[in-house]
């Protein structure tokens, strides 16, 4: 029956299935359905940062992960909006959904890291694990299975006709608890893969990948912590304390507080990993590769052509022990010295040196010239040579 007034919060228009939506007399339904948006809110962000950190993601072998933890994302994002289905009142196509959707999407999230953890452990033990094709099919292979049991269980269960012939409106809705529960086997064991699939990962002998199999085997602990808990709850504990009508508040925070664990533990540590460079990946030896933009420019001036070095020193021939010649065969260029080459290390002296070099070697030749003795063939006919001190002064 439709209650006479709206309770605190809700106005008068609201149906009364959408009463936990508002109601703040009941408090649960508000606070839930407020981490239920943060929750979609955040997934949808960290997705939108996984796909834009895919150009700058340099390891092979994450990259090849991003397609799981994607699917998780996708997944943890149905949960966070199946949340709202068990909030609200129960009617014939909300009660269809919840009974699909809940294992549907939970096998989803367990599908992908048990994918994750056997890719671990294939490349623990064979130092190479499989495709990211390979890894897809296989976590779709594993998520088709529980829903072909959830499609299987609700045609059985909605088109047969109860006892008597008579067919009731919400006959969706009138399922045990214990029927429930047990529609769900098989993502129970799911939850108990994915710990067994992480725990070959903790002494993985590349410690890269060990901090992977921790955050998987941590999110499949929590996921079974907290499995054990609402699964007590709804079956024996809402009975024992006399207040059945906690069933939907049990399996909404149930489903609200495992979305977050596969947030916190798993989603927000691999997309912080993911840019991060193989360690196990040696940088090349060769400078070429290691500083290509400045080896450019070192190789261009080492791979130039090389002239042979001539000699620039001049000799002083001031001091040789060779007569020079009385008259020069040819006028000496003064910069016949310079050969037009760029200065280097090796001492080079400037043009104005030069020239001051071949001057000073015209005056020294000139002036050995005027030392020499005189000619025989001089005006006097004398054949003698003069004395010395007849010489004049």
Known sequence: MEPTSAPKGCGSSISSLYYNL??????????VEAVAAAGIVTSFILLVILIASLPFVTDKKRKGMVALQAGILVF?????GLTFAFIVGQYSTNCAARRFLFGVLFSGCLACLVMHGL???????????????????????????EVIINTEWL????????PGGVITPDISCNIANQDFVSALVYVMVLVITV?????????HKHKQWRRDGAFILVTGLFTLAIWVAWIVMYIHGNR????????????????????????????????????QGDPDQELPLDGDHVYPARSLVYDNNLKEPETPQQNVYMENKAFTMDEPPAVPAKPVSPYGAYNGQLRSCVYQPTEIALIAKGLTKMDQGMLMTRARAPSLNRGDGSSQPRSADSLPS
Do not use: H, K, Q
């Open 76 to 80: 943890t994002l149905g949960l966070f």
């Open 22 to 31: 508002c109601d703040l007399t009941t408090v649960w339904g508000v606070v």
């Open 195 to 203: 710990v067994l699939m992480a725990v070959p990962s903790m002494t």
């Open 119 to 145: 890719w671990l452990a294939l490349l623990d033990w064979r130092d190479r694990g499989p495709r990211s094709w390979m890894l897809c099919l296989g976590a779709l292979g594993l998520w088709m299975v």
């Open 240 to 275: 024992v304390v006399g207040n059945p009508s906690w069933d939907d508040p049990t399996l909404a925070i149930a489903i609200v507080s495992n979305a977050w664990v596969f947030l916190f533990l798993y989603a927000i540590p691999e997309i912080c990993l993911l840019t």
């Open 155 to 162: 045609i059985i269960t909605v088109v047969r006709s109860p």
